[in-house]
């Protein structure tokens, strides 16, 4: 059983990528007391040209799923906007 387990009774959920357009999402809610902040890591390419953006915004949910659910949408439209610009 791992620390964060014995301290809080329960495991970490699994982050799960997306990929679109090339681009890997990978939705990362924040979790806030009793809501989540919509948050989302988007990547692009491989080793040390990996490129990375962290997305997090004001909105918040009562649940993770629909806060799962805005960040892989929220970042989807990132992408379709501003492409690799994302990471200027």
Do not use: V
Not at 5 to 11: A, C, N, P
Not at 30 to 47: K, T
């Amino acid at each position: 059983m791992s620390l964060f387990s014995r301290l809080f009774g329960s495991k970490p959920k699994e982050i799960m990528s997306e990929t679109y357009e090339g681009f890997r999402i990978y939705a990362e809610p924040m979790s806030e007391g009793r809501i989540y902040r919509l948050a989302a890591r988007i990547e692009l390419g491989e080793g040390d040209a990996m490129k990375t953006h962290q997305l997090i915004r004001a909105d918040t949910f009562e649940s993770e799923d629909a806060a799962i659910a805005a960040s892989t949408a929220k970042a989807k439209q990132m992408i379709d906007q501003q492409g690799e610009r994302l990471f200027n």
